[in-house]
Nanobody, 123 residues
Framework: QVQLVESGGGLVQAGGSLRVSCVAS????????MGWFRQVPGKEREFVAS????????YLSDSVGGRFTISRDNAKNTVHLQMNSLKPEDTGIYYC????????????????WGQGTQVTVST
């Protein structure tokens, strides 16, 4: 059974940093893209970042580009999202996604999802 488990969320002040991580089990994702999405209550889930299978390519949304970095460790079946210069509007539940055939910002391209980790940025 495939499982994605996120960790590292929490409460941070604006301007601070957090790193969220996602460990996959049940199959290897070294041959597929992985990504991060986030959702705020009352809003649709939105794309944050995606990384290709070889880590050579990444794609970040305009709202986080220059502040967030996505990386992966295929040996550990893990993907990380380093978040710097956090803003209150970055608050939300951050979901890990995996299994896309290529880097993508579309939810429907990812068949596997984690349960999410809460990130709260205070003013």
């Amino acid at each position: 059974q495939v499982q994605l488990v996120e960790s590292g969320g929490g409460l941070v002040q604006a301007g601070g940093s957090l790193r969220v991580s996602c460990v996959a089990s049940g199959r290897t994702f070294s041959d597929s893209a992985m990504g991060w999405f986030r959702q705020v209550p009352g809003k649709e889930r939105e794309f944050v970042a995606s990384i290709g299978w070889s880590s050579g390519g990444t794609y970040l949304s305009d709202s986080v580009g220059g502040r967030f970095t996505i990386s992966r460790d295929n040996a550990k079946n893990t993907v990380h999202l380093q978040m710097n210069s956090l803003k209150p509007e970055d608050t939300g539940i951050y979901y890990c996604a995996a299994g896309a055939t290529a880097i993508s910002g579309y939810e429907e391209h990812y068949p596997y999802w984690g349960q999410g980790t809460q990130v709260t940025v205070s003013t």
